[in-house]
């Protein structure tokens, strides 16, 4: 599975953002989907994921009420909704797809990741 992410840019503080991720390669919707954030001198981090059918989301406390994630098999693309953004928000945002329909916190469970995407937001 390839994985392209886009979407990232500079928002201000309370703005809003959205984030794709385009899938090629297997079957796309046999696979769980996250995203993942690393913001410099800090580990990656758990952002939010999505089973393959779409039913279960998981979200970090951090971003919880804030982000949305949705995806479209048919398409096969992922998103991320990102509602009132704060500069703690402020990251690399990488999206990972892993075989099954489980939605691990932990960045090692992932099977592929995609190249990220620069988040900033301004204070």
């Known amino acids: 599975v390839q994985l392209q992410a886009s979407g990232g840019g500079l928002v201000q503080t309370g703005g809003s953002l959205g984030l794709s991720c385009a899938a090629s390669g297997r079957t796309f919707g046999r696979y769980a989907m996250g995203w993942f954030r690393q913001a410099p001198g800090k580990e990656r981090e758990f952002v939010t994921g999505?089973?393959?059918?779409?039913?279960?989301?998981k979200y970090a406390d951090s971003v919880k009420g804030r982000f949305t994630i949705s995806r479209d098999n048919a398409k096969n693309t992922v998103y991320v909704q990102m509602n009132s953004l704060k500069p703690e928000d402020t990251a690399v945002y990488y999206c990972?797809?892993?075989?099954?329909?489980?939605?691990?916190?932990?960045?090692?469970?992932?099977?592929?990741w995609g190249k990220g995407t620069l988040v900033i937001v301004s204070s």
């Open positions: 999505i089973n393959w059918f779409g039913g279960v989301t």
């Open positions: 990972a797809a892993d075989p099954g329909d489980s939605i691990d916190y932990r960045s090692r469970s992932w099977s592929y």
